[in-house]
């Protein structure tokens, strides 16, 4: 189902999937068979047009968003800065924007670039993951969270500080990046108001894959578009020249989507046609508890970064060493890749779709004998690149 | 060089160009050697966290921008914003954001969600193309225009513009759209404070290819990004909890970048190196006027709506007909693609690089004996697609 090269052990599917092998033969049709064949047609006949919509519904049943309420298009970023921006208008009186010091920084720094365009007296607030729920006061107008820490794996109680943050008044927006695919996420039956993620890691989507945006249906009437694009538009070829946002989701679209990334899109979303997101959950939970015994009984100079309750985590595991990011170069020449995540932390996720014990064990022996023979202890290792 | 079906006459490439041959190779071997094989580390290995940049000193080249003042990604809708957004906090005590109302639609509706979101008493004057010059006053924080008309195909006078905002104190964004890769740009040279613009018309990067932004070398260290992404940091991969502007045009940068778009764009991008800008535009002024010279010698009752001289219109020509809609429909019938635009425009698109006086006479033609049979007089034409 998906290609995967020989001899690697590949535990960073929650940075970048894998190529689904569908995707090769969509994204090839749609270039040959549609653009090159119907050229500005396909727009209409092979139903470009819809796309956005139509993944949005694919990935709306993962993460328990009714039909007509995701629209896929941009980036993570951008998304995030839509539901922002539309969460401080819907709560004109209050200038709280609530994170948390663990969020992912671009949701952080769209935060920022937010709160100084606006120039509203908004203040953005981070505390520590733990404390985000004894935060939320009656100043709060939306708080916003990723639901699975990007370094530790971390899980927020999504339903709990839904109902603590509706209690207050307070909107809430989700950031899915690590849950969309890892496990299961019900975002209308927890009342989420807004929830974003992107459809690279879990998903499979491709590098730079498109962004998602699901609004709860009862608000997005409600919801001003910032980013008010023509896409977004209720007539988008009547080119009046006034925005006039379209009736529900589709508003939170923008300019013209990049149609390639759709395709490769499309075929991974259709890898979960038959796939039940608690299989997923179950066996993630045994690969990833067999992985900690196993890197565990071998390097005790790891330290556990996630927590040891698998409820309690996503679908990755992350140890903290001081010279992790040696130990990470020196893993990735040895076949297995994870990735390293500033200061010290060794990340490895874990993807039912693709590992099975087996990958596991040989991970953890690989893991073993570097930490073992300190194999990473090489200045080769120590020179950063780009991404890490 | 493209790929463009068998009985196909097309004249709309400056709405989606066709397919580049190299772009199939290009998009399969991003999927299958980059990302099936090198997965997370193409990053690095292949490159790809250079792309924006890469692909922005092609497109430079194109349009008269130095190295280094080019980066691509995103939409256009969103270069605009960021480009309005960084404009209005460089001429904080000005209120007017002028443009014209023959812009396309989605640079207003763009800079109508940017004045309702920062909610400061901005006003957005849109006077008829021709009183733009006029309409440039002392209030005036920023001059937005399209340098092509989407409908008509006039060209603004970018340098006498620039000169008369600029003596106003004004900032000019252009709006490069149809003008890249259509006629000779020197944003640099004429002294623009802004370019945005697309890559999937005259560029032929493909449907939704990504957007670009220039920003003048002087200001760019002094623009502050309102989309604060991550991939804009300084220091991305430090994950700083506090957005800090890198130093020059990747700051404009935002999310993680689509690379299946990005290899379609730069095969795309490839086919101009060996291609004269100001031969295109001879050849482009050629065809164009041979076609009005045929279509008008046919077609009395198809009224010209661009500029009868070739200097002031783009690589465009638009005929006014009141049942365009229908027109335009039998025309694609039978071969001839070109584009209707509400509310009577029918307009068709001259490049170079693909067509020649053999495809324009085959059009003239087809054109001819549709407006003389009436052939577009059939029910089956008026009926109205998503995209027209």
Redesign the interface.
Same mark, same amino acid.
């Given at each position: 189902m998906f290609?995967l090269?020989e001899g690697?052990t590949?535990l960073?599917g929650n940075?970048?999937g894998? !190529?689904p092998v569908a995707?090769?033969e969509a994204? /090839?049709r749609t *270039?040959?068979e549609e +653009?090159?064949?119907e050229?500005?047609?396909? +727009? /209409?006949t092979r139903g +470009?047009? @819809?796309k956005p919509r139509g993944l949005g519904d694919r990935i709306g049943r993962l993460i328990g968003a009714p039909a007509g309420s995701v629209v896929v298009g941009? #980036?993570?970023?951008?998304k995030v800065?839509q539901a922002l $921006?539309a969460a401080i208008?819907l709560r004109p009186g209050r200038r709280v924007i609530l994170s948390d /010091?663990g969020n992912?920084? #671009?949701d952080?720094? *769209?935060a920022? @670039? !937010?709160i100084?365009?606006?120039? @509203?007296g908004h203040e953005l607030r #981070?505390p520590a993951p733990e404390d985000v729920a004894a935060a939320i006061s009656e100043d709060v107008a939306v708080v916003m969270l990723t639901e699975v820490d990007y370094r530790t794996g971390r899980l927020h109680d999504m339903p709990g500080i839904i109902r603590t943050a509706h209690a207050a008044g307070a909107l809430v927006i989700w950031d899915l990046a690590h849950s969309a695919g890892a496990l299961p996420v019900d975002v209308h039956g927890a009342g989420a108001d807004f929830a974003v993620g992107?459809t690279?890691k879990y998903l499979n989507g @491709?590098?730079? $894959?498109?962004?998602f945006i699901y609004v709860e249906p009862g608000i997005v009437g409600s919801v001003?578009?910032?980013?008010?694009?023509?896409l977004g538009?209720d007539a988008p070829? $009547?080119?009046?020249?006034?925005?006039r946002p379209a009736a529900g989701i589709e508003r939170m679209r923008?300019? #013209?989507?990049?149609? !390639?990334?759709?395709a490769?899109l499309e075929a991974a979303l259709m890898v979960w046609e038959d796939v039940s997101m608690a299989d997923v959950r179950a066996r993630s939970i045994q690969l990833s508890e067999l992985f900690i015994a196993e890197v565990e009984a071998r390097c005790p100079e790891l330290e556990l970064a996630s927590p040891r309750d698998p409820l309690a985590r996503g679908s990755q595991v992350s140890f903290r060493f001081p010279e992790g990011y040696a130990v990470m170069q020196a893993l990735?020449a040895r076949g297995v890749?994870g990735?390293f995540? $500033?200061p010290d932390i060794l990340r490895f996720g874990f993807t039912p779709l693709y590992l099975d014990e087996a990958d596991i064990l040989r991970a953890a022996e690989t893991i073993g004998s570097t930490m073992q023979h300190r194999l990473w202890d090489d200045d080769a290792y120590r020179r950063k690149?780009?991404?890490?």
């Open positions: 290609r090269p690697v590949y960073d940075s970048l894998p !190529l995707a090769i994204v /090839n *270039m040959c +653009w090159g064949t050229l500005i047609r396909a +727009w /209409n +470009w047009i @819809g941009d #980036t993570l970023s951008i800065f $921006a208008r /010091n992912f920084p #671009t952080l720094y *769209m920022q @670039g !937010l100084d365009l606006v120039d @509203g #981070t992107c690279y @491709g590098p730079g $894959a498109p962004a001003q578009p910032a980013l008010s694009g023509w538009h070829f $009547a080119f009046d020249l006034d925005y923008v300019g #013209t989507p990049p149609l !390639l990334a759709y490769a990735i890749i990735d995540r $500033a690149g780009a991404v890490t």
